[in-house]
């Protein structure tokens, strides 16, 4: 085989062109920049003013085709094309948060100021992980991380880092409590021995994202336990210390307990104080996942309902949840900043222990990611618009909001309801009378397909106790009570039909 050569030297490499040049932001190029970005504004704004639905109810299989036509190796040249296809692939049947029957999941309508951030921050394209790629982005960060770590309450030591979510926050506060269970274990035979007997205690209610991080960080398949709730689907704090117990019986280390302030389906907030007196009397890592409950930090009515929290040895915040930012918006916030070292490694290239001596601030020192965006600048720009009352406000509106839907679903005989919820999610199910009582699960999943494709409302659907339910997630303070009856009424006609079609079969169709 003959290795080819290519002529190097009296070659010039041939230059781009000169639009291509004009595509990347520069000082000869500010004005296509303006012109591009308020086009694409002015195409979403028109979008925000008229959709009359939160999604179209397009399906995979009708959408996928425009997707795959597009040819990526024909460039249509400019922003204004771009975005008129775009309409087609994306924009026409994109699902919109701040549409009011928009009741699924947990995605908010986003904050104006944040949405500034976002255009600004994109722009200048700093990155966080070093003070030379971010100068003044790091500050601001650093002083979001003291704002929010002092709105815990978490002391003079506390520190943290702004993350891409709450899976990533809550990976992070694992590895760090699982480096502090293993700082005894000194030598690769003692950790070996030890890291298959760390488990991880955490409810039964809490969020995938514990057991997926512990399957990260090399723990036992079994690590994880599911501890139990009470009625109100909070953890059973005298379960938790049984159970640690328990596992030092059985010579097994409980490296974190995990609790969960603010569950995603129920809302339910584990008891804090209880868990940070055993977490405290037993040496065990304390976690709390307020991914979905830390606008309760901002809450002008309800902050005491995080009682507690500021005796955490970390916490996860989601501010893309319930401070109205955009995705994505996130940060995990520790009591002793000093635990952060167990992400810390030093690159010659990029942040080289002598930076430490000198007190340059990197970040990345921090962080689990390298290059990274500045998030923190929407949550700035919110804060400085409209500051934390009225942001807190917002989201006390939506807890309103879903403690009234919840009366409205309770007192209504079509449905049954499940715990209330300290938060704003509402669970529930038609419930079917008389002959068709055995197609319940049948014609809840039915009636909440049968919605979405109608495109009228979107809710979601979970599981309790082995039954199929439905769920409002509520973060908009636009949705209404009205609205919620709408829905009501829409989910009992789908789901009322359903059961009425099958036992008419049933009864004209006999077996046999
Ligand atoms: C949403 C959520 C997470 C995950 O956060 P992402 O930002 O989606 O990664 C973790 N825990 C709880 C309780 C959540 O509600």
Request: net charge negative; with cysteine.
């Amino acid at each position: 085989m003959t290795v080819p050569t290519y002529p190097v030297e009296n070659t010039a490499p041939s230059p781009a062109p000169a639009a291509a040049r004009a595509h990347l932001l520069h000082d000869g190029s500010v004005e296509q920049y303006r012109r591009a970005i308020a086009d694409g504004v002015d195409r979403v704004a028109r979008r925000v003013a008229t959709v009359d639905r939160p999604v179209t109810g397009i399906t995979p299989a009708e959408l996928a085709p425009l997707v795959d036509r597009v040819d990526l190796n024909l460039p249509l040249g400019d922003a204004g094309a771009a975005l008129d296809e775009l309409e087609d692939v994306y924009l026409r049947d994109a699902v919109w948060f701040h549409h009011p029957r928009y009741l699924a999941h947990l995605n908010c309508p986003v904050a104006i100021p944040a949405l500034l951030g976002e255009a600004v921050l994109t722009a200048v394209n700093s990155s966080l992980d070093t003070w030379d790629q971010s100068a003044g982005a790091t500050l601001i960060e650093r002083r979001l991380i003291d704002w929010t770590a002092e709105r815990i309450g978490l002391g003079p030591s506390a520190d943290g880092v702004f993350t891409s979510g709450g899976s990533q926050s809550n990976l992070q506060a694992l590895l760090l409590a699982r480096e502090e269970a293993c700082v005894d274990a000194v030598g690769p035979a003692a950790r070996a021995e030890l890291l298959p007997r760390l488990r991880v205690l955490t409810s039964a209610a809490g969020h995938f994202s514990v057991q997926k991080s512990a399957k990260l960080l090399g723990l036992a398949p079994d690590a994880v336990i599911a501890v139990p709730t009470d009625a109100r689907r909070r953890i059973r704090a005298s379960a938790v210390r049984d159970e640690i117990a328990r596992c030092r019986q059985a010579g097994l280390v409980v490296m974190a307990v995990v609790a969960t302030a603010g569950t995603t389906d129920f809302g339910s907030i584990d008891p804090l104080t209880e868990l940070a007196g055993i977490c405290a009397a037993t040496g065990v890592w304390l976690h709390v996942d307020a991914a979905y409950g830390c606008g309760l930090l901002i809450s002008p009515t309800r902050r005491h309902l995080l009682d507690g929290i500021d005796r955490a040895d970390s916490v996860t915040v989601d501010f893309h949840k319930s401070f109205f930012q955009p995705v994505s918006s996130s940060a995990l916030l520790v009591r002793d900043r000093r635990a952060l070292r167990h992400a810390t490694y030093h690159a010659d290239y990029l942040n080289p222990a002598r930076m430490v001596e000198q007190r340059i601030p990197n970040q990345v020192d921090k962080s689990l990611q390298t290059t990274r965006r500045f998030d923190a600048l929407k949550l700035w720009l919110t804060l400085r618009v409209m500051g934390p009352h009225a942001l807190g406000a917002l989201f006390d509106e939506v807890v309103d909001r879903a403690a009234d839907a919840w009366q409205l679903v309770s007192e209504d005989p079509r449905f049954e309801v499940v715990t209330r919820s300290e938060l704003s999610t509402v669970v529930f199910r038609y419930l079917p009378t008389g002959p068709g009582r055995d197609l319940a699960d049948a014609a809840n999943l039915h009636a909440r397909e049968a919605l979405a494709a109608s495109g009228l409302a979107v809710v979601a659907g979970t599981r309790v106790d082995g039954r199929h339910f439905l769920k409002f997630t509520l973060l908009n303070p636009a949705t209404t009570v009205e609205d919620v009856g709408y829905v009501l009424d829409l989910i009992a006609t789908h789901a009322g039909r359903y059961v009425h079609d099958h036992v008419t079969a049933d009864l004209t169709c006999p077996v046999g």
